[in-house]
């Protein structure tokens, strides 16, 4: 269950980002003149996707409540009484209303309609934010700064969703690149200072180095390190593909924004496993009672009978911090000969492999 929750998570942040991206076509000045053409069907499949994969994770509790009770008395306590219950609730209302619109409304393509539709998208956002670590802990202030870090990566990974897999080959690249790279900076800008404040609401920083014995402080690391890929083609694509195109305007852009798509899948598949995971408040209590992070007992070879983090650099250390420069040395060069994109994110996920072993090698438990 816990496996099917977090594909479930990554799955409702995608939804939620193709129907930012679907509406936001229209507004963008760098897409309001491409062709790209998304159906209320598949609006409609998104907003049920949304609906329904927020739910999963009410279905463990539902049932553990229903061994003491009938079904339907399990299933209207976590609706009625329960924080995440109350949240799906209301979520669920937002997307009957949202799908009532979609399916009423006569043109999809017109702006007034896409204005209406991110207004949808923002109060998905809110009901998301609503059952957050977040907002579990920090009520209205939690609720409000998670929602607004998922509508600015919905609004910033929903937009390339549709250039990359949706746009017509006709689709002039160099026009995009020029008018929506200063968005996806402002929505970059806003998805960092935002996940800044989200973690300091789950992580103190005095301890951070700490979290890292258990599971969430794990998971945050890899988001951390699979961050500075996503610089690197956000350059890329943002500035030297500019240039390229430029020189050479038959240069074809969308396998290289692909690239960087799936990058962001794997930073939204970490989101979903930090959502399943218990914030490290309280860390002794928390290796008291789930024990250690499990990825530090098949990686760690030292002693694990320690609530504090050091570091001891040695000859491994670097070796590993060598490779994983070597590794993102080489995204870079497989960008600047023209080789195919996969190799450069084959590169990048050495670069996150090589720089957790560093990571391995230099710390002691104590």
């Given at each position: 269950?816990?496996?099917?929750?977090?594909?479930?998570?990554?799955?409702?942040?995608?939804?939620?980002?193709?129907?930012?991206?679907?509406?936001?076509?229209?507004?963008?000045?760098?897409?309001?003149?491409?062709?790209?053409?998304?159906?209320s069907?598949?609006?409609?499949?998104?907003?049920?996707?949304?609906?329904?994969f927020?739910?999963?994770?009410?279905i463990?509790?539902?049932?553990?409540?229903?061994?003491?009770?009938?079904?339907?008395?399990?299933?209207?306590t976590?609706?009625?009484?329960?924080?995440?219950?109350?949240?799906?609730?209301?979520?669920?209302?937002?997307?009957?209303?949202?799908?009532?619109?979609?399916?009423?409304?006569?043109?999809?393509s017109?702006?007034?309609?896409?204005?209406?539709?991110?207004?949808?998208?923002?109060?998905?956002?809110?009901?998301?934010?609503?059952?957050?670590?977040a907002?579990?802990?920090?009520?209205?202030?939690?609720?409000?700064t998670?929602?607004?870090?998922?509508?600015?990566?919905?609004?910033?990974?929903?937009?390339?969703?549709?250039?990359?897999?949706?746009?017509?080959?006709?689709i002039?690249?160099?026009?995009?690149?020029?008018?929506?790279?200063?968005?996806?900076?402002?929505?970059?800008?806003?998805?960092?200072?935002?996940?800044?404040?989200?973690?300091?609401?789950?992580?103190?920083?005095?301890?951070?180095?700490?979290?890292?014995l258990?599971?969430?402080?794990?998971?945050?690391?890899?988001?951390?390190?699979?961050?500075v890929?996503?610089?690197?083609?956000?350059?890329?694509?943002?500035?030297?593909?500019?240039?390229?195109l430029?020189?050479?305007?038959?240069?074809?852009?969308?396998?290289?924004?692909?690239?960087?798509?799936?990058?962001?899948?794997?930073?939204?598949?970490?989101t979903?496993?930090?959502?399943?995971?218990?914030?490290?408040?309280?860390?002794?209590?928390?290796?008291?009672?789930?024990?250690?992070?499990?990825?530090?007992?098949?990686?760690?070879a030292?002693?694990?009978?320690?609530?504090?983090i050091?570091?001891?650099?040695?000859?491994?250390?670097?070796?590993?911090?060598?490779?994983?420069?070597?590794?993102?040395?080489a995204?870079?060069y497989?960008?600047?000969?023209?080789?195919h994109?996969a190799?450069?994110?084959?590169?990048?996920?050495?670069?996150?492999?090589?720089?957790?072993?560093?990571?391995?090698?230099?710390?002691?438990i104590?």
């Open positions: 269950m816990f496996y099917l929750t977090i594909f479930t998570e990554t799955f409702l942040y995608l939804c939620l980002a193709f129907l930012a991206g679907s509406f936001l076509i229209r507004l963008l000045p760098a897409t309001s003149s491409a062709n790209i053409r998304i159906s069907n598949l609006q409609l499949t998104a907003i049920g996707g949304i609906a329904l927020a739910f999963m994770p009410l463990q509790l539902i049932s553990h409540i229903a061994q003491r009770s009938t079904l339907g008395s399990a299933f209207e976590v609706l009625l009484s329960f924080r995440i219950g109350n949240a799906w609730l209301f979520l669920f209302i937002i997307c009957i209303l949202f799908s009532i619109y979609i399916a009423f409304v006569q043109d999809t017109r702006k007034q309609t896409a204005w209406v539709g991110m207004i949808f998208v923002c109060f998905a956002a809110i009901g998301v934010g609503w059952s957050s670590h907002g579990s802990l920090q009520g209205i202030p939690g609720v409000l998670h929602a607004v870090h998922l509508f600015a990566v919905s609004s910033w990974v929903g937009t390339l969703m549709m250039v990359c897999w949706f746009s017509p080959k006709s002039s690249w160099l026009h995009f690149i020029k008018s929506y790279h200063p968005f996806a900076m402002a929505c970059f800008a806003i998805v960092v200072l935002s996940g800044i404040l989200l973690a300091q609401f789950t992580v103190d920083f005095r301890q951070y180095g700490d979290a890292l258990v599971s969430y402080g794990q998971s945050l690391f890899f988001k951390q390190l699979f961050i890929p996503l610089l690197v083609y956000a350059i890329f694509n943002g500035i030297w593909m500019k240039r390229r430029q020189a050479d305007a038959s240069f074809q852009a969308r396998p290289w924004i692909r690239v960087e798509f799936f990058i962001i899948m794997f930073i939204l598949l970490l979903g496993v930090m959502n399943e995971q218990s914030p490290p408040l309280h860390i002794e209590n928390l290796i008291a009672h789930s024990g250690y992070a499990p990825i530090l007992n098949m990686f760690y030292g002693a694990m009978d320690g609530l504090r050091g570091l001891a650099l040695d000859g491994s250390v670097f070796f590993f911090i060598g490779l994983a420069l070597a590794c993102l040395a995204s870079i497989t960008f600047k000969t023209r080789r994109p190799l450069s994110y084959l590169a990048s996920l050495l670069f996150v492999v090589m720089g957790y072993f560093a990571f391995i090698q230099s710390i002691v104590n």
